[in-house]
């Protein structure tokens, strides 16, 4: 124990060397520790230091501590001991504790420190020639509301981690991280006459940098990511620096430049460096004028009042005798006196240093680099697939690979819908957690998964909702409920055990994982962008082939299954199933799950009541488990029925998963969702106009279903503080548009409407007596009809339209059956 306790010791310190030495400048660490350093050298090493110095903690792979080994689960199984989460696995909440766990400050501390305020002097200077940028993220917090703690760090990290590298290469000092906000000065500790173009450089390259990391992220971290930005703010003037001594002392800056600063950051804009007239007034001085274009208006700041504010662009060339020439040739045949000199853009600027680099921003690249995340997301849980089999089977177990028969292949809707898939006893095992290091599949069945997901993304319609992008926000938001319910712990040493049994056996099924995950992928394919309701209403051939319920939800399934069972993926559905057992099993959670996005269907939303009630609320249930079997199958079936809910509702929740995410994200997709109906009306295929009443629909459909559903995800006790989340952003968003929904909805329509009257040309034949909206709602195309739709589904629809009558209290979900019925 006490080796162990030493090196922990050591490796703190060694820590802690690292931040002070990145946190302070030179001078400042000189003040702080005096001549410490020359009297550790003279001081004698505790032998304890170097007793097994060669033995070393490794974080990456705690089995060795303090010289013994962590028992394996085997050996802990037969000496009777139960496997706990902390023998697999060094959870997030397990290192942040131990990195924030510092013994409490004695009293003699206090006293101490006290005594060093009171009778040492502040270590604090004034510089007065410095230049100070402030750098935000705009779109960070929408960005958060939609992932993992891991991935926002995961952002943060390698973008100010290359800021830092990039501060190092200009001499800038940087001072400090305030959430995703990034501080950094030029002038200080070492004054120099150059800083305002220095911190011009810096913020040009940060800028580029940004831009470029983003759209490589976005393969790990999912859609949105290439579509953040950055706004930086720039201001010269003094200001006193030095370190704020106290528990946690660290360095800072306070004065009326810091304040500048910030003001030119927040009244930025995206991807673009806004300094103020001090610092626009170094760099004339310095020759470098080229590189600023006033501000159109005046910028009001704190205590200033309204302030001229200069963009900058030092990309923009230096007016040459050449260019002068040409520009007064220029001006002598357009006789005009107000020629300006090319510039350059900043967009420009960014667009070529993606291509230099091997990134582009069209529309094509940036659908592979999702159909690469989702690719990445699918072989995740793969790998928990194959690691799950490897543990629990024998080694020749799946030496023969399974080739499916025509009857496991067929896919058929005509049977009863599932009420419970059941999960196989192994799913609740205590000997499993988590995935090997050294686990993986082989580069056929990679590229086989790649080319699949390829394949699905290309039969999504270009639909402003129901896309592929649609789909790929859906999958992130079941990605991370999914990750919620298998890395939540209540506690250290709780058993793999309990946890598979408290979360009804998910944490513990890779494979019934990877379908839902599979599921959200797929779930809107071929989707034409209108309900359900219209293509029965317009005896679509899918609506009669599917009998007329849940036609595009089927189609979905249909098109995903048939593709998946081309023999072309052969290596991929070895992986996924090696028996007829587990391909039912896939094919039954496959079609739950789907069909549960239909909330429009009555029928399946009265039953859904039933089976909910029946699982989490069996009192007051008149429809109980069935009595003549045996207590354990009764058993077995309640937690099979109670799995299929969770997943069931994880699918709900993450189609629409906007309403429960920021403000900003919301409106987003708002937004989207009013083009694709306001489309589908215009072509004919639209039961109402979505202008009329927005807003009112908006609110009942938060009252009867959304807020009910992040209810449910808070009522099944598997998803942490995800469900909480969810559920405070849904009330949040509710009353946001109750406050602002009017406007908005206002402003969207307007917007959309002149928008369709720039791009829709004017009919040819005589319009009857009827209004102008009327005329725009019957459609434009000169050949009179819509093109054919194959299949749109009725969930999301739904929260468009309002319904004419009020919608019953008791169910949100069994009332909607149409757009038209919605409020």
Not at 428 to 440: E, F, M, Q, T
Request: proline residues 4%; charged residues 25%.
């Amino acid at each position: 124990f006490v080796n162990y306790r030493q090196k922990i010791v050591v490796r703190s310190a060694a820590h802690s060397t690292r931040i002070v030495n990145s946190l302070y400048p030179q001078f400042v660490r000189e003040n702080l520790f005096g001549n410490e350093n020359q009297t550790r050298k003279d001081a004698p090493v505790d032998q304890a230091t170097n007793t097994n110095s060669t033995q070393e903690y490794d974080e990456e792979d705690p089995q060795v501590v303090g010289g013994t080994s962590v028992l394996s689960a085997s050996v802990q199984k037969r000496k009777g001991l139960k496997s706990k989460v902390s023998d697999f696995v060094d959870t997030p909440a397990t290192q942040l504790k131990r990195f924030l766990n510092h013994p409490m400050p004695s009293r003699e501390y206090d006293y101490n420190l006290c005594t060093e305020i009171g009778e040492m002097e502040p270590i604090a200077e004034v510089f007065e020639k410095t230049t100070v940028m402030l750098a935000d993220i705009e779109g960070f917090t929408a960005w958060c509301s939609e992932r993992e703690p891991s991935q926002v760090f995961r952002l943060l990290e390698t973008v100010y981690r290359e800021f830092d590298i990039e501060a190092r290469k200009l001499g800038v000092f940087k001072v400090e991280t305030v959430g995703d906000c990034y501080v950094a000065v030029t002038g200080l500790p070492d004054q120099r006459d150059d800083h305002a173009i220095v911190i011009a450089k810096y913020a040009v390259r940060c800028l580029l940098k940004f831009n470029v990391l983003t759209k490589r992220l976005e393969a790990n971290l999912g859609p949105g990511t290439a579509s953040l930005g950055m706004r930086f703010g720039l201001h010269s003037g003094p200001v006193m620096a030095g370190v704020l001594r106290g528990e946690k002392s660290r360095f800072q800056l306070f004065g009326d430049t810091i304040n500048v600063a910030s003001r030119m950051e927040s009244t930025g804009e995206k991807n673009m460096i806004q300094v103020s007239q001090d610092t626009a007034d170094l760099l004339n001085a310095s020759g470098k004028g080229h590189w600023l274009t006033p501000r159109d208006g005046p910028v009001s700041a704190k205590g200033k009042g309204s302030i001229l504010t200069y963009w900058l662009q030092p990309n923009r060339r230096r007016p040459s005798m050449h260019g002068s020439l040409r520009q007064n040739m220029s001006e002598t045949a357009n006789s005009s006196s107000d020629a300006k000199v090319p510039t350059v853009s900043l967009d420009r600027a960014l667009r070529q240093s993606w291509k230099c680099i091997g990134i582009d921003n069209d529309t094509l690249v940036a659908k592979e680099r999702l159909i690469r995340w989702n690719a990445a997301i699918l072989e995740s849980f793969l790998l928990k697939i194959v690691d799950n089999r490897n543990i629990h089977s024998a080694a020749d177990a799946f030496l023969d690979q399974f080739i499916p028969s025509k009857e496991d292949k067929h896919l058929s809707f005509s049977e009863k819908l599932s009420e419970t898939v059941m999960f196989p006893e192994v799913a609740y095992r205590d000997d499993y957690y988590g995935v090997s290091s050294d686990v993986a599949i082989s580069s056929d069945a990679q590229i086989e998964l790649l080319e699949y997901v390829a394949k699905i993304a290309s039969m999504y319609r270009d639909v402003p909702f129901h896309n592929f992008d649609h789909a790929s926000h859906v999958t992130m938001s079941a990605n991370k409920l999914l990750n919620r319910v298998c890395t939540t712990f209540e506690d250290e040493e709780e058993d793999i055990s309990s946890v598979a049994a408290r979360t009804f056996g998910i944490s513990a099924d890779p494979l019934a994982q990877f379908v839902v995950v599979f599921s959200s992928l797929v779930h809107d394919v071929d989707h034409q962008g209108v309900p359900n309701a219209q293509l029965v209403k317009e005896l679509d051939p899918l609506a009669i082939q599917f009998d007329n319920r849940s036609v595009a939800e089927k189609r979905s399934i249909t098109i995903a299954w048939n593709v998946l069972m081309e023999d072309r993926f052969r290596e991929l559905q070895s992986l996924i199933f090696v028996n007829g057992d587990e391909m039912r099993r896939f094919k039954q959670l496959l079609i739950n799950t789907v069909l549960a996005t239909d909330i429009a269907d009555k029928k399946r939303s009265a039953i859904g009541k039933i089976r909910w009630q029946k699982a989490f609320h069996p009192s007051q249930s008149h429809n109980s488990l069935d009595e003549s079997s045996s207590t354990q199958d009764r058993v077995a079936n309640l937690r099979s029925l109670k799995a299929t809910l969770v997943f069931e509702q994880i699918m709900q929740a993450s189609d629409v998963a906007h309403t429960m995410q920021h403000w900003e994200t919301f409106k987003k997709w708002n937004v989207r969702l009013y083009k694709e109906l306001s489309k589908g009306y215009r072509e004919g295929r639209g039961a109402s106009d979505p202008r009329e009443g927005w807003y009112p629909g908006e609110i009942g459909f938060f009252d009867f279903y959304i807020i009910p559903l992040a209810k449910k995800l808070k009522e099944c006790g598997v998803f942490g503080s995800a469900a909480s989340e969810y559920l405070d952003y849904a009330l949040e968003n509710r009353r946001r548009w109750e406050e602002e929904g009017t406007e908005i909805a206002r402003k969207m329509v307007l917007e959309n409407d002149s928008l369709l009257a720039k791009t829709v040309p004017p009919q040819n034949e005589a319009v009857p007596a009827q209004s102008k909206d009327d005329a725009l709602a019957k459609g434009s195309s000169s050949e009179g009809s819509p093109k054919k739709a194959e299949s749109p589904k009725n969930d999301v629809p739904a929260e468009l339209c309002p319904p004419k009558e009020a919608a019953p209290t008791e169910s949100p979900v069994s009332s909607i059956d149409s757009p038209g019925e919605l409020v």
